[in-house]
């Protein structure tokens, strides 16, 4: 890699990802016409290079969007040799398979954007289901950063136990304890058909004076996570730790989490900080495959 380009979404890591590589960044010009229309210019110094375009689609997700397919449409013209997107959030990732007839795919139009528009290779941060990334026409590389998550929460906790929101996320409860070397099980989820309201319950485990970390990919309301901290307080643990790789938090997430007592919430680096979160950096895991 030759130069790495900051997109008009990566304020608060690409210093620390080109120091990390010792590669020389330029940043992405980018203002708003009063219209509301987007200009976008690149750096000519990029020209024939092969970059790292890093870009993370954060809220307001669809303004990310068309920013980042700007700054590719502005990289074709200036004849790039290789474009490598680190995009570590990836938006619309959940919107994975179609409920009702007429509803799109939407990560699948998203990956397939990005290949048509000359991005060769995509690395991301734990994108909701790995296998969505076939969609994009190039390599892929999927980061789980265990390794810094598990990290920090032995700087926090002690003898956590690790619980997934359900069964579908067991298997990251499992390789976040593996690092750990702790326990891990998954709660059981309900929903009333009716009133939407959830009923949380756990297997036959001991809780009692324990710190728990409920790990898993994205939190974006917090409402089954706070309901789920109060459930485990009332089994008579310690402390309870919200460990993601994507803090969304939309509305008053944080406020709920707040209410039910959550300890900390702790995240990765891959969207914009906010109040309220701890964050663990995953440069150091992205830099390490970068330089293979």
């Known amino acids: 890699m030759d130069i790495i380009l900051c997109g008009t979404k990566s304020d608060w890591f690409c210093d620390n990802l080109s120091k990390s590589l010792n590669i020389k960044s330029l940043k992405v010009f980018h203002k708003v016409f009063p219209d509301g229309e987007t200009y976008i210019r690149v750096p000519e110094e990029v020209s024939g290079k092969k970059v790292i375009l890093a870009h993370s689609l954060s809220p307001p997700q669809n303004d990310s969007i068309w920013e980042l397919i700007l700054i590719l449409e502005a990289l074709r013209e200036l004849d790039i040799k290789e474009i490598n997107g680190y995009i570590p959030y990836v938006a619309y990732s959940r919107q994975d398979k179609i409920f009702l007839n007429g509803e799109p795919i939407s990560i699948k139009a998203l990956l397939q954007i990005l290949s048509q528009?000359?991005?060769?290779?995509?690395?991301?941060?734990?994108?909701?289901?790995?296998?969505?990334?076939?969609?994009?026409?190039?390599?892929?590389?999927?980061?789980?950063?265990?390794?810094?998550?598990?990290?920090?929460?032995?700087?926090?906790?002690?003898?956590?136990?690790?619980i997934s929101p359900d069964i579908g996320a067991l298997e990251r409860a499992r390789r976040l304890a593996n690092e750990l070397s702790t326990d891990f099980d998954y709660m059981e989820k309900k929903r009333d058909v009716y009133t939407g309201k959830i009923e949380i319950s756990f297997h036959e485990v001991n809780l009692k004076d324990r710190d728990?970390?409920?790990?898993?990919?994205?939190?974006?309301?917090?409402?089954?996570?706070?309901?789920?901290?109060?459930?485990?307080?009332?089994?008579?643990?310690?402390?309870?730790?919200?460990?993601v790789s994507h803090a969304l938090l939309a509305g008053d997430a944080i406020n709920k989490l707040k209410e039910a007592n959550v300890y900390s919430v702790l995240s990765a680096n891959t969207l914009p900080p906010k109040n309220g979160v701890i964050y663990y950096d995953v440069i150091p895991e992205l830099a390490e495959i970068l330089k293979q």
């Open 212 to 243: 728990v970390v409920i790990v898993d990919d994205i939190i974006s309301t917090g409402g089954t996570v706070a309901e789920a901290a109060k459930k485990i307080y009332s089994l008579g643990a310690k402390k309870v730790f919200v460990a």
């Open 117 to 162: 528009m000359g991005m060769s290779s995509i690395y991301t941060i734990d994108i909701h289901k790995p296998n969505t990334l076939s969609y994009f026409n190039g390599t892929s590389y999927n980061i789980i950063p265990f390794k810094s998550m598990a990290n920090m929460i032995r700087n926090m906790a002690k003898h956590p136990f690790v």
